[in-house]
C-alpha cells in the first residue's frame, strides 16, 4: 500500500492550487493523508481525484471544515496503526508530547510545524512531510510518500 503524505498546504493564502508536482508524485498513491492546515474544501476534492483521502483540521482551518474533519484519526492499514494529527493542540515542544498521544502508533503522521521529519523514535515513525506551498525557514516545499509491506519504507520529496 503506497501513502501519500501532505500538510499545511493553506490554500488559497500560500498558493492559488496544489502544485503540478503534488499530482505527478501522487498518481500511484493508494491513499491519501492530510495532516491539517489544509484552508479550503477544494484541496481535498482536488486531491480525491488521485485516490481516497483522509485528512485532519488544522489550527488555521475554518469552521466549516473543521466540522467535518477529526481533530486526530486513528486507523489501521497493512496491520500498521498510524496516528494523524495536525500537532497544533499539544502542550509543549511537539516532538515530546506526540507519542502521548498515540502510544501505540506504528506510524504518528503531522505537520503544523512545516519542517519535514522523517525520524524512528523509541520504534515509532514521526513523519512530517513539510509543507507543499509554504517552506517558511525551510529550503524547499516538501511532501512525503509511506510504503506498506513487510517494512515500512518512506520518504521525503523535496521541490
Request: charged share 25%.
Amino acid at each position: 500500500m503506497k501513502i501519500g503524505v501532505i500538510s499545511d498546504t493553506h490554500i488559497p493564502s500560500k498558493a492559488k492550487k496544489i502544485p503540478d508536482i503534488v499530482f505527478d508524485k501522487f498518481k500511484d498513491i493508494d491513499l491519501i493523508i492530510h495532516a491539517g492546515d489544509i484552508t479550503s474544501q477544494e484541496v481535498l476534492d482536488d486531491l480525491a481525484v488521485l485516490a481516497p483521502v483522509k485528512a485532519v483540521y488544522g489550527n488555521v482551518d475554518p469552521p466549516e471544515l473543521c466540522r467535518g474533519l477529526p481533530e486526530r484519526l486513528r486507523i489501521e492499514l497493512n496491520g500498521y496503526q498510524i496516528g494523524v494529527t495536525h500537532g497544533h493542540n499539544l502542550k509543549g515542544h511537539i516532538m515530546e508530547r506526540i507519542a502521548y498521544v498515540f502510544p501505540k502508533a506504528d506510524i504518528i503522521i503531522f505537520g503544523h510545524t512545516h519542517r519535514p521529519c522523517n525520524e524512528v523514535i523509541n520504534g515509532q515513525l514521526y513523519f512530517n512531510p513539510g509543507s507543499a506551498t509554504d517552506r517558511r525557514l525551510q529550503a524547499k516545499h516538501s511532501i512525503g510518500i509511506i510504503t506498506l509491506h513487510d517494512r515500512i519504507e518512506r520518504e521525503i520529496i523535496y521541490y
